[in-house]
C-alpha cells in the first residue's frame, strides 16, 4: 500500500502547486507499475480462458462416458404382446428374434400362520428355532442344499409374540415375520412368509423348546412346522399358502423357474411374470434398438464440437482488425486440438476389419474441424453389427472361443490381436470320503460338524436318525453347512453328491483358495478315517505368447506385455491353443483416457494454468517492490518541493520586507510630502 508523508498543505507557504508537481513526477514514476499491472490482467485473462476450455473439456468428458463400455450399444427392446402377462428386459446375450410365450403358473412363496394368541404380548416360549428351505413331495421334505438351515434364538424374556417376530426378521434368515389380526378374541396370529418364492424354498421349522419338549402344542415349539409330521405333533402350524413354481413355456418348451423374474429362458432376455393365462400364449419380439447409442453419440458429437468452438474462440485472429483472442499462438491449447482430431479421424487399432473408421458409421469431421452425424447410417450400421459398432467406441475384446470370454482391461492394455493358450483349467477344492457314509446321526455322539470352506469355518449340528439314503444325508448336511455359510456371511457354499454311498463335498469356488475340509464327532461318519482333499487350481495359459497370471477362471495379461491388464474368463474347454482374442480401444475409451491426462492435476492444461498462476504470484511481487519505491520516490520529491516551497516562502517574505523599507525611504533632493 502507498503511504502519504504527514505534511500540512504542500504549497501554502509559497503558494507553489507542490501537489500538483508531484503527482505528474509520480505518473512517469509509476508506468512501470502500470505495465505490470497490464500484464497481470492479460494473464488473468489467459487463466480464465484456460478455465473456459477446461469446463468445455469436462463436458466433453461426461458424454464421452457413456461411450466407453458396451453397454449403450448392446440396447434390445423387449416387448409382450400380451402385457397384463408381464414385462422383459434384455442384457448381454439378447439377439432380435420373436417367441411365443404361454405361463401357465404363477411361482409363490409359501406362508406359515400360527393359532390364535389374544395379545402380541403373550408369551411364546424361549429356546431357538432353525429354519430349513427344501422340497416337500410324496410326504417327504428335503433340505435345499443351496438354501440352507439357519437358526434364530428366542431368549427368555423376549418371548412374546412381537419379541419373535422381530427376532426372525432382524436376524435376516430369508422368512419375514409379522402379525395377522383375524378380528377374533384370540385373534393375533404370527405368519411367517419365506422372502423366496419356488417349491424349493418351502419350509421346515425345527424348534429346541426350553421347556423340553419340541414337536408339541405348547411353548416355542408352537412354531414348529415339518411338514411330514403329524399335525399337533412337530406340524404345528398351518400353511395358508404352498410354495410353487412358475410354469412356462417358450417356444414350446417347458420352463420352471421359482422364482417369477425367469432369467435366460430366452438368452439375454429376463421375463418378469404378472399374471398366469393357461391357453392364452401371447408374443414376446426382441428388437435391436439405436436409441440409447444413438443418443449417447449424438451427445457426444455435440460436446466435441462445443470444445472445437471454445478453442476457435480463443485463439481465433482477426486478419482484418488485426486482433488476436487470448490464446492465440498458445501451444498447450494447439496441442490439446492435435490430440483430440487425430482420435477422431484415425483407424481403430483391433476393431473389425470392415468398419474401422467413424467416417464409416456416419461421423466425419468438416473442414473447420466441427464433426457431422450421419444418423441414417449410424443406425443402419448397428443393426447389420452392433459388436462392430461397440468395438469403434467402447473398450471392448472379443473371443473365437465360446468357452473364453473378454472380461475386463487397463489402460496400460494395447489394443490388438492375442493368441490364447491354455495349460490348465481352473478347478474347485473338494474333499472325498474315503468310504460310505454312516446313514445313522446319533444325538450327542456324532451329531456335531466342523467345516471349513475357503478358509472360513462354521461348525453345525446334523439331525439326529437314521437316513434312507446317503443323498438324504447329503442334503441335511449341505443345508446345515450352506445355511451356517450364509449366516455368517462368509459367502462361500459347497454342493454335496453321492456315488455309491460316497458322499463328496466341492466348494463353489474356483482356483487356489478354493478348499474343503471336516472335522469334529460327525466327519468321519461322513467322509471316513482317511477322505482325500484336493486344493483348487487357478487357470493357467498365455495370452500373446506370453504366460499369464491366473486366479480361478480368470487368465490376465502379464505385466510390461501388450497384453497387460487383457483379463479372460475360461471356463472350460480343452487344454492348448483357444483361438484368438481381439480388444479395440474404441474412439470414446481413447478419448476418455487421454481427456483424464489432460484435466488431471498435472496434466497439460492444470500444468499451463498453474505457470501463469506463477506468474501472478511473481508479478504480485514485483508490484509490492515497486509499490515500494514509489512509496519512498513521492516521500523524497514531497520533502524536496516543501523544502523548496519554504524557501520560496522565506525568499518572498524578505522581498516584500525590503520592498517595504525600500518605499519608505526619504526621497533624494526633495522634500517628502
Known sequence: MATTPTLTSPGIGSGLDVSGIVDKLMAVERAPLDQLGKAETAVQSKISAY??????????????????????????????????????????????????????????????????????????????????????????????????????????????????????????VGVAASIVNDGSATG??????????????????????????????????????????????????????????????????????????????????????????????????????????????SAFVKAYNDVQSTITSLTR???????????????????????????????????????????????????????????????????????AVERLFAAAGSATDALVGYTASTAKTVAGTYDVAITQLATRGALVGSTAAGLTITA????????????????????A???????????????KVNGALAQAGAGASVTIADAAGVLSLTSALYGSASTVALSGAAAATLVGAAPTATAGLDVAGSIGGVPGAGSGQSLTGATGSPAEGLKLLVTGGALGARGTVSYARGAGYALDQVLTTLLASTGAVQTRTDGLQGSITDMDKRKDVLQARLDRVQAAYLRQFNALDTQLAQLSATSTYLAQQLANLPKIGGNSK
Open 317 to 387: 485472429y482477426n486478419a482484418a482488425t488485426k486482433t488476436p483472442s487470448i490464446l492465440t499462438g498458445d501451444g498447450t491449447v494447439r496441442a490439446v486440438q492435435t490430440q483430440l482430431r487425430s482420435l477422431i479421424g484415425g483407424t481403430i487399432t483391433g476393431a473389425s476389419a470392415t468398419l474401422n473408421t467413424l467416417s464409416l458409421v456416419g461421423i466425419k469431421s468438416t473442414t473447420d474441424g466441427q464433426l457431422t452425424m450421419d444418423s441414417a447410417k449410424f443406425n443402419a450400421a448397428l443393426a447389420a453389427d452392433p459388436r
Open 444 to 463: 450327542g455322539v456324532d451329531d456335531a460338524l466342523t467345516a471349513t470352506v475357503d478358509g472360513h469355518t462354521v461348525t453345525v449340528t446334523l439331525a
Open 51 to 172: 478455465g473456459t476450455l477446461k469446463s468445455s473439456l469436462a463436458a466433453l468428458q461426461a458424454a464421452v462416458k457413456a461411450l466407453t463400455t458396451p453397454a449403450a450399444f448392446r440396447s434390445m427392446t423387449a416387448q409382450l404382446a400380451n402385457t397384463a402377462l408381464g414385462t422383459a428386459t434384455t442384457g448381454d446375450g439378447a439377439v432380435p428374434g420373436s417367441y411365443r410365450l404361454e405361463v401357465t403358473q404363477l411361482a409363490q412363496a409359501q406362508k406359515l400362520a400360527t393359532a390364535g394368541f389374544a395379545s402380541v404380548s403373550d408369551v411364546v416360549g424361549s429356546g431357538s428355532l432353525t429354519f430349513t428351505f427344501g422340497t416337500f413331495a410324496a410326504g417327504a421334505f428335503t433340505p435345499s442344499g443351496s438354501a440352507g438351515a439357519r437358526t434364530v434364538t428366542i431368549p427368555a424374556g423376549a418371548d412374546s409374540l412381537a419379541a419373535v417376530r422381530d427376532a426372525v426378521n432382524a436376524a435376516n
Open 188 to 297: 393375533q396370529r404370527l405368519v411367517f412368509s419365506s422372502t423366496a418364492s419356488g417349491a424349493a424354498n418351502s419350509l421346515r421349522i425345527t424348534a429346541t423348546d426350553d421347556d423340553g419338549a419340541n414337536t408339541d402344542a405348547s411353548g416355542l415349539s408352537r412354531l414348529a412346522f415339518d411338514p411330514a409330521a403329524t399335525a399337533g405333533s412337530g406340524r404345528n402350524m398351518t400353511e395358508t399358502v404352498a410354495a410353487q413354481d412358475a410354469l412356462l413355456t417358450v417356444d414350446g418348451v417347458a420352463i420352471r423357474s421359482a422364482s417369477n423374474t425367469v432369467k435366460d429362458a430366452i438368452a439375454g432376455v429376463t421375463l418378469n411374470l404378472a399374471s398366469a393365462s393357461p391357453g392364452a400364449p401371447t408374443t414376446v419380439t426382441i428388437a435391436q434398438s439405436a436409441g440409447p447409442a444413438g443418443a449417447a453419440v
Open 465 to 479: 436318525g437314521t437316513y434312507a439314503s446317503a443323498a438324504a444325508l447329503a442334503a441335511e448336511v449341505a443345508s
